[in-house]
Structure formats: C-alpha cells, structure tokens
C-alpha cells in the first residue's frame, strides 16, 4: 500500500514539475513579445518625433525665419520650443560661479586687496578664463609692451 501511495505522490510531484515548466515556458513567451511590442512602440514613437521635427524644419524654411529666430512654433503633438528668457543682471555671460563672484563673499585683510584687485583685472572674476586670454583685433594692433631692440637677433 504504501508503494503505491509513493508512486502516487512521485506521479503527481512530476505532472506539477512538468506544469510549472511549461507555464514558465508559456509565461518568457509571453514576456518575449510584450517586450518586441514595446521596442516597436519605441520605435514608432521616434520615427513619428523625427518627421515632427523634420516637418517642423521644412515649415520654418518656407517661412524663411521671417520671425528672427522665434521658437514658438507648436509641433504636430501641440507642444511648443521656447528659450528662456532668464536674464542675469550683473553677471558675465561665461560665469559659472552663479553670480556670486562679484558679491565679495570672503572676508580678506587689508593687505590682500591690493593683490586681489591686480588678480581681478587680469584674470577676472571667476567662471571660464577662455575668452579673455584670446588674441582680438585691438589686443593684436596694440604695441606698447613691444620694442624692437628687444625682438632684433643676437649675435652669438
């Protein structure tokens, strides 16, 4: 009695087993083309952005930016391009500093203010150092630190 009991329960342990795996099998299936579903849905959204902003071009080439470069223009979803009209007073268009070089942040001594304003006037206040260091038109006419006696070859 007891091996047949055992059989029993070994046949039905395996037809649970076997089960288990094919709904597993059923269950990646169904996982597998949900996610091909997805990524045609991401692709179709792309395309369709990309004919948004390719229609959205040609427009505002037919128009021949009568408008002077104003963004507000609604693509085909409704949603509009504007740029910010967020204006610094007082700050350099390439400080990265936030702003808060030219409030005097710091508690120097008087010794070093001389030293700080020499540093200000040639390097500036902080942010990007880039543009101040280039060669302009005047910068290059300019000839007041030059001599010639200085630039003629030495004998040697």
């Known amino acids: 009695m007891e091996k047949i009991k055992g059989r029993l329960l070994a046949e039905k342990k395996r037809t649970e087993e076997t089960d288990e795996r094919r709904k597993s099998r059923e269950n990646k299936k169904l996982a597998k083309e949900v996610q091909v579903q997805k990524q ?17 071009r040609k427009q505002r080439k037919q128009s021949g930016f009568a408008d002077d470069g104003d963004l507000s223009m609604a693509f085909d979803d409704g949603k509009s391009f504007e740029r910010s009209s967020k204006k610094r007073p007082g700050v350099a268009p390439g400080d990265r500093s936030g702003g808060k070089a030219r409030q005097g942040g710091g508690g ?7 030293k700080r304003d020499r540093k200000d006037s040639k390097f500036g206040f902080g942010g990007r150092k880039g543009m101040k260091k280039q060669n302009t038109a005047e910068t290059t006419n300019d ?3 030059f001599s010639k006696s200085n630039n003629k070859k030495q004998k040697v």
């Open 40 to 56: 045609r849905e991401r692709a179709k959204q792309k395309k369709d952005d990309i004919e948004s902003v390719k229609t959205w």
């Open 143 to 145: 000839f007041r630190g």
């Open 108 to 114: 120097f001594k008087k010794g070093f203010d001389k």
